[in-house]
């Protein structure tokens, strides 16, 4: 009796040390342990209630968040109706057939003006200054063809009157055209840089001016006007496609929003100007192809969240046992020609001090990587990086996407488009025309800082 | 306390593998090592003032009744050192092994030296070990 009422004393202790045996430190208790300085550093873009309702897309500053919530102001489309374009539009045949260019542009003038993402849509057609119109009118023209189609129009003074006119804050001019410039006299030609230039400077200054160009390609029924008018047209034109473009104009911000709304559903070859994009989403992943003697360097890395880790440790690298990680990248903000794997893998590069970390390969997620349970699962591209040499102090590592002028803006330039061809005459000037507007300097189009320190 | 534990874990190498290594040095280090003292004391106090003081069990108190809580002891580090990497969901790695045969030798140490600190406190078994 005595023996059972001693062991009964002793439950406590017993029950004591059970509960202590799941152990006192978890990850998750390392907030209250870091303070405020990891806090504000780390602050993932999850938890702002924007991105909350779209986790995959969510944009990384909270900034980009709340432009990307609210709608445009007010969109201005314009169409021009000139005589060169009266080859995409052909009046319906017999046969009901019609061009890829009434297609898509039918397609997206509808969903312009369905859009919610803006206020205020109003179409304007080009003719030698804009008219204002409305959808029925502008969309049957492009349905069933130009009933009085305008004399050629000027490049120049239709930026102009775009910027004189229509440009204002949250506000965006959509230029429906095939952009053959024309100039009065083959004098004008070395000058549509600079004309460009002047036409888009035209109206103060406008620091965060910037130009989207989409190009297409469709194919053509009518009369070809080729800019150098001393060619001469050509009538029943043609067995090749000709190009049309899709220019947005406008501020930055909101360039960036019609564009991710509006173009980047369908395939378009793409240049940007001027327009600025939030930093994507990237983190160190320490267990996706990873080689080496390494770990997250990060204040309290155990307990962080898994897209936010930016320091590299590395405990031991040589040229035999080198160290490799990979850096995952959520591009899904950015347009499509920045997310190209081909573009990526010329246009990233990396800059270290004091390093020879070097880019080994660029790819994209395959629908393995998406399915999987760890956190590579949240990028869209991975960055590989080999280094051979322990750094000897914490030194800056940065993952840099280069601006850069998309290739196919010269294999669509032609310098003599006497013969119908898919490319554009003096395309490359006018978009230098563009360029020397946005700055003199090129931006990178976004940077992603990382440190690699010796580990301790 | 966190470096405390990290210094002395870490005395038979870098975890392994190396990318695991803030979890070990965050998480694992510190919980094996505070429940390893734990338990060593609580084992301790059950020999010495349990079964040999409150109980008044007068044939537990030989230097073999003594190696047996002491085996206990080391068999649970052992244990304990397994079930919390697994807990952290660590890469499977042979190292893992490794931290646990330290923390159960980590183990006895902690046992034999709160035993010569503690025993005095006992009425039947003040003098075991020795």
Known sequence: MRYLSAFSRLLPALGLSLLLLPGCYSRSDMKTEEGAATETTATPPVETPVAAAEPKTAPATTEAAATTAQPLQAVNVFLEVSGSMEGFMPKTGAS???????????????????????????????????YKDSYQPISGTVRSGIQQPAKSTDIPSVLDTLMTNYYRPGTVSVLISDFIYSPKNAGA??????DIADALSRGGEKPDLAVSVYGYTSDFRGTYYPALVASGKKTNCCDTEIPYYIWVVGPASAVRQFDAVLLEKQPAKQAHFGVTYPQPVYSVLN???????????????SKRNADTYRVISVSEASAQQPVEFVVGLDLGQLPGQYRDVAYLKQNLKLQGVDTDAKLLDVFAATDQNRASSGPESKFTHFAKVRLTKQPKAARPLVLRLQDQRPAWVAQWTTKNDATPAPKTFALSSLLDGLEAQSGAEKKPIFEAPLTLQPAE | MKALFR????????????????????????????????????????????????????????????????????????????????????????????????????GLFWFFILSLILRKGSTNASTTPF
């Open chain 1, 96 to 130: 009901g057939e019609n061009t890829k260019f009434q297609q898509h542009v039918a397609q997206f003038l509808s969903e312009v003006n369905r859009s919610t993402a803006v206020r205020q849509k109003t179409f304007y057609r080009i003719k030698e200054r804009p």
């Open chain 1, 189 to 194: 030609i070395p000058y549509i840089k600079t």
């Open chain 1, 287 to 301: 267990k996706f192809q990873n080689k080496g003697s390494w770990y997250y360097g990060d204040a309290g890395a």
């Open chain 2, 7 to 106: 210094s002395i874990y870490e005395l038979i190498g870098a975890p392994q593998p190396p990318a695991d290594t803030p979890v070990y040095r965050d998480v694992i280090f510190p919980n094996i090592g505070l429940l390893n003292i734990g338990i060593s004391l609580a084992l301790v106090v059950i020999f010495y003032y349990v079964i040999n003081r409150m109980m008044g069990v007068a044939t537990f108190n030989k230097g073999r009744h003594w190696a047996i809580f002491l085996i206990i002891n080391g068999l649970i580090a052992f244990g304990l050192a397994i079930s919390q990497a697994h807990a952290q969901q660590v890469t499977d790695h042979s190292y893992i092994y490794w931290l646990a045969t330290w923390n159960a030798i980590l």
